[in-house]
Nanobody, 124 residues
Framework: QLQASGGGLVQAGGSLRLSCAAS????????MAWFRQAPGKEREIVAA????????YYRDSVKGRFTISDDNAKNTVYLQMDSLKPEDTAAYYC???????????????????WGQGTLVTVSS
């Protein structure tokens, strides 16, 4: 139901755009988010949007560098990543939640639907 793509190898300071193609049903979910997981670390939220509107959420370390957006016509959510740093290296996952929530859900177990990971490697 979610298909992530766009990862790759990039030098520090470079850019990548991740895409998450969803089925129409999944795309109508309340929340869409991007998580990442580096080797030996827990999965952490990177950015999230409420499909009903409101400001998107970004974790502090990516604010001003990453942008989450969606395209209704394509049932796709994007994560534009600029000024990449080696510490951004991780497997990136898109996720969807189809139930309401007060605020922005940030824990992985708050999301029922997951895409496969796409690997982002940033070299120094």
């Amino acid at each position: 139901q979610l298909q992530a793509s766009g990862g790759g190898l990039v030098q520090a300071g470079g850019s990548l755009r991740l895409s998450c193609a969803a089925s129409e049903r999944t795309f109508s979910s309340y929340y869409m988010a991007w998580f990442r997981q580096a080797p030996g670390k827990e999965r952490e939220i990177v950015a999230a949007i409420s499909r009903s509107g409101g400001a998107p959420y970004y974790r502090d370390s990516v604010k001003g560098r990453f942008t989450i957006s969606d395209d209704n016509a394509k049932n796709t959510v994007y994560l534009q990543m600029d000024s990449l740093k080696p510490e951004d290296t991780a497997a990136y996952y898109c996720a969807a939640r189809d139930r309401g929530y007060f605020g922005i859900p940030m824990r992985p177990n708050s999301y029922a639907y997951w895409g496969q990971g796409t690997l982002v490697t940033v070299s120094s």
